[in-house]
Structure formats: structure tokens, C-alpha cells
């Protein structure tokens, strides 16, 4: 059987519990859809929104000392809890409608172990929460002093350290998992960042890892077969949002450097997502590295749509 690594994006989720509930559904018949073409399906969502909002939540509730702090690795297993309920339970649904019997889904909490010596630390830019316009994140940044920066041109948002993924805490236990034929979301998030001790325990940092070099590190320790990221887009482009944008369908390694240099991959969102594509098929060449919108999942796969990253 072929193994895959999903990568959930922002709309598969929403930003409430409503729309949640209602993306999910949608984002399930994606994932079932992939599990009846015949793979084993390990799926790594997001948290940009859903962290900030629960970090937010808890830091409204500590000013008026109704509620005690809250940091970010306990978001981060908080959000894994709160989407993974949900999209575990969207796709048992999904399952049951299509009649696709002894497969069970489960959520993994998950922890990304990272180097507390990564750069990372000292220049906070993973975006997380809502958006503010310019004048609101200046006074935040002055009243609060987190950071606050531009993203992609869709307005400001806190940004927090995003240090790069090493490996996953549960990668013994995840694997079982998917010998056993389970659907496992995992990674969620981009997992809850942790630091080994000199002891050889893990304690939490304060940082929030990018979802897809968490799903790509997840795709190299299952030794996934494929690797799709799914987004809103139905494939990469050059000269993205301008008279002139071309949409690809296929890129090599060389190309895709060559396009990063001349500055065609927004730094905030679609860069990381190439780059995580790349170096999964820079370690695995015969593998399948696919950049695609939610909708097109399954025909992506059969080379239909989407943005395919190979080697050469
Ligand atoms: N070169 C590009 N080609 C396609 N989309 C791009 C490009 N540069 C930026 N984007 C934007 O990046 C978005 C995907 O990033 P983002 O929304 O952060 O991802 P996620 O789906 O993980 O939340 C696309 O929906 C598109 O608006
Ligand atoms: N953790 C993470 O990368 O979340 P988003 O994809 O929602 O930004």
C-alpha cells in the first residue's frame, strides 16, 4: 500500500467553531477520497488562526485575573485537541457515507522537537491569529511588546518564533499506527515545539513551527510515498497576482531555486510550502511532492491538477 502526508491549509479549517465544522466536512471527503485511491493517509493540519485565538482568549482572561497565563506549546496542544476532535470525527463520517470499513481515525498529539540553538528564537516570523490593520499592531506592538508584522499583503498579525523542525517525539508510536491501517492526523499544528534536555527529557518552547515542514518531516519519518500540500490555490505560480501570472504545472528542483531567487514565493505563504515540497523530493527523488487546492486533492495525485515538484 502507498503511504501519504496530507498537509491541511488554513481553509480547510475556518476561523470558528462554526466554520469549522462546516469546512471540515469538505476537507474529509478530500482525505477519504485519498484513502479509497488506496493509501495510508497520516494528515497535518494548521493552527496559525486557531493558536493565536487561544492564546488571545487566555490573555484577555489573565488581565481581568479571571484566568491564568497560557504559552504557546500549551496553545499548540490545546489546537491539536480542538481541530483534531473535530476533523477526526468529520472523517469518520466520511468513512461510514463511503462504506470504507475497519479503518479508524486518530488524532495524535504530537511533539516537534526542534534546537533551542536555532536562529528562530531570536527573529520571531510565523504569523499566528487575527489580522489587524497598521495603526492597531503599532499600538499592540508598543503595549504588549510582541511582534507584529505584515503578511502577504493580507494585513498584520502577531508573529512568534518559528524554529525548523528536527524530528517528532512520536515517531515509533506513529508508525505503528499506520501499519495498523489508522487515518492519523499528526503533527498538528506543526506539533508543540520541544527541547531535549541534558537528561534526555523534553520540555516545551515558547514558538510555533510551520505546518509544512512539520508535514514533511512527518512524510520522511513514516517514509511517505507522496507528499501533498493542499491550499487554496489550484497551483503555484510565477508573477503571482499580476497581468502576467503563469501557473505551473510541473517544476524541477533547479527551477524551483531559480524561481525562489527571482522572489516569486511569498515569504509568509507560499515559500515555505515550496520549499517543504523540495526537500522531500531532495531525500526521496522517486517520491510525489504535489502543491494543490483542497478540491483537486485526488486528481492532483493521479496527475491531473496541481503542481508537481520532481527532481529533475
Ligand atoms: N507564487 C504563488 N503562487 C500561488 N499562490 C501564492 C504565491 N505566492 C503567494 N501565494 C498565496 O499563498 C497562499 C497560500 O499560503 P497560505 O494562505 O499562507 O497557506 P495555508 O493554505 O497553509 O493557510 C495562496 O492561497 C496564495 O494566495
Ligand atoms: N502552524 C502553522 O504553520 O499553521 P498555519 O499553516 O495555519 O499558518
Do not use: W
Not at 66 to 73: A, D, G, R, S, T
Not at 96 to 103: A, E, R
Not at 166 to 188: D, F, K, M, Q
Amino acid at each position: 500500500m502507498k503511504r501519504i502526508v496530507i498537509a491541511l491549509g488554513g481553509n480547510a479549517l475556518g476561523n470558528t467553531s462554526e466554520e469549522q465544522l462546516e469546512r471540515v466536512r469538505i476537507t474529509a471527503k478530500a482525505v477519504v477520497d485519498i484513502v479509497k485511491a488506496g493509501y495510508e493517509v497520516v494528515v497535518c493540519h494548521g493552527n496559525g488562526p486557531q493558536v493565536g485565538m487561544i492564546n488571545l482568549a487566555f490573555e484577555k482572561g489573565h488581565e481581568a485575573l479571571i484566568v491564568p497565563e497560557m504559552h504557546l506549546p500549551e496553545c499548540t496542544a490545546m489546537s491539536q485537541g480542538y481541530i483534531g476532535y473535530h476533523l477526526q470525527q468529520a472523517i469518520d463520517q466520511e468513512l461510514v457515507k463511503k462504506q470504507i470499513q475497519d479503518t479508524v481515525v486518530i488524532t495524535m498529539l504530537t511533539q516537534v522537537i526542534v534546537d533551542e540553538k536555532d536562529p528562530a528564537f531570536q527573529n520571531p516570523t510565523k504569523p499566528i491569529g487575527r489580522y489587524y490593520d497598521e495603526a492597531e499592531a503599532r499600538r499592540l506592538m508598543e503595549e504588549t511588546g510582541q511582534k507584529y508584522a505584515e503578511d502577504s499583503g493580507r494585513g498584520y498579525r502577531r508573529v512568534v518564533a518559528s524554529p525548523k523542525p528536527v524530528s517528532i517525539y512520536e515517531r515509533i508510536s506513529l508508525n505503528t499506527l499506520i501499519n495498523s491501517h489508522h487515518v492519523v492526523i499528526a503533527g498538528g499544528g506543526g506539533g508543540i515545539p520541544v527541547v531535549k534536555e541534558p537528561d534526555g527529557s523534553y520540555h516545551g518552547v515558547d514558538a510555533v513551527v510551520d505546518k509544512d515542514l512539520a508535514a514533511e518531516k512527518l512524510a520522511e519519518l513514516v517514509d511517505a510515498d507522496a507528499f501533498i500540500i493542499l491550499t487554496a490555490v489550484d497551483k503555484v505560480s510565477i508573477h503571482f497576482g499580476k497581468p502576467n501570472q503563469q501557473d505551473l504545472s510541473q517544476i524541477t528542483l533547479a527551477q524551483a531555486e531559480q524561481y525562489i531567487k527571482e522572489g516569486h514565493f511569498a515569504a509568509g505563504s507560499m515559500l515555505p510550502k515550496v520549499n517543504a515540497a523540495m526537500k522531500f523530493i531532495e531525500q526521496k527523488k522517486e517520491g510525489v511532492s504535489i502543491i494543490c487546492s483542497l478540491e483537486k486533492a485526488a486528481v492532483a495525485l493521479n496527475g491531473k491538477a496541481g503542481t508537481r515538484i520532481i527532481s529533475k
